[in-house]
């Protein structure tokens, strides 16, 4: 059964869901798919499945919109656009909350006063920074200029030109406006390819890009496959930079290709993030903020806290305050109001997190918090394991549940190397008073993101990107933005 808020969204979307916007048009898509809700396992929408035809379509447009209205825009017009579409957000927010909530993993409470009012703000961020794009003069330091000349070189700052963006499904509206916000910004047109197993609420942001009054072409968004859609996009000729956010192991293979195509790429990808907590940090305080980043989203953050290298004077403490954390969570579907715990995307992900608690099983480790869970669609219980063994896959694999593993230490340096022995470099955090503890674990963990007494807060002003295995290239705030702009200079002998 399909929420009632849910099939009023979808009437809303109206044309939308099921299409391809391609050049502010709908088109068909060669084949469909279903999108399942999580929820129950039930089919929310179809979806319709791009091929290199539609790709090739989308890049045209994209092109297009370059070197029409959108490429010729003043910065304040594309501004009023970007905050036009930030006001259309807010005022369908109940719609586009039903429609993440139905797709996907995100409850629909959390998508209403949360990822959708989150996704407005991006807009307006991103849009104050549009004035701010500016070149610059530059002079020679070698005297080439012959008497009575002179030599200046203009430094110009424009768009990439078309951006690839794909997306996951942990956040998909965040990350559809987090993707799109910067490269229009910018003054590039895009093409997003969502994550089919939550594409909608993409769909929806496109709906609402036409009624701000985007040109055709500046934002086209296809539904499809990843292996097919999302490749055929890297690969197509026509687009300039691929801004893509997922795992590593398909980050590795965008990689290459870009590498060979010699494209520019920004890769924000996998994390093992883990969270150091000192003896004298605020316990209480700790636990609540470790069991919203390790159990929120259901553990489909990729900052989640899911290893935790507690102190050996307050690990048993810890573990027993998560592990009531974990018990009280009541497990339910996105619109079941008092659920405080949601579903996990697929069965394939729910079987993936089972297979890694079987091993650490196996390993002896202890799990507590567990409790039955009686519901129709995808769902794993809350989770903390203590006493994990060596070489447990959860010490070393992305989880991607609700999961947090808590593991004992007795000095500080020995729990830096320990959150730094893996492929990862995502983000990591420190639970201390003191100022000089905090500062260590900001200078050595290897973590592009540091946080001290809280763990995965993300804000659209602060830079986030990946170390190692985690990624290349910045998103969000300013330096974010700047990723989807080049340089070009002009020297001139006047
Ligand atoms: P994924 O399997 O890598 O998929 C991500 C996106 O890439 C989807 O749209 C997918 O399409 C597409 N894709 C798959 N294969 C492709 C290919 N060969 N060429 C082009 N595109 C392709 O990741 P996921 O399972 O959806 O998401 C979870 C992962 O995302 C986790 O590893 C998580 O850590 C990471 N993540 C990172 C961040 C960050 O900021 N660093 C944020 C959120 C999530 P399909 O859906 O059709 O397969
Ligand atoms: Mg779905």
Redesign the pocket.
Known sequence: MIDSRASAALDWLDEGAGRLMIGNSWVPGGATQTSLSPSSGDRFADIALAGDGEVDAAVSAARGALNGTWGAALPVERARAMLRLADLIDANAAHLAAIEAADGVRPFVEALYGDVPTGAVIFRYMAGLVGGIEGSIKYPSIGYAPPGTSVRALVDRGPVGVVAA??????PFI?ACARIAPALAAGCSVVL?????ASLSSLALGKLAIEAGFPAGVVNILT????DA??A??RHPGTDMVS????????R??GGVCGQMLKKQSL????KCAAIVMDDADLDWAAAGLAGSSFGNAGQI?VASARILAHRSVHDALVEKLTAAATAKSVGGTFDAAATLGPIITAKQRDRIVGLLDDAVARGATLSGAHAVDNPGYFTQPVVVSGLGEGARLTSE?T?GPVVVVEAFDDLDDAIVRSNATPYG?AGSIWTQRWCDADRAMRTMQAATVYVNCHAWADPAVP?G?LKA??IGI?SGREGMESYLTSKTTLALL
């Open positions: 794909i997306i996951p499904w942990n956040f990350m390819k969502p994550a089919e197993d499809g496959l990843g292996s999302g490749a996009l890297v893509f956010t997922g795992s590593t192991r398909v980050g293979e965008i924000e990808l996998g994390g990729c992305e991607f995502l986030m990946g985690s990624g998103q």
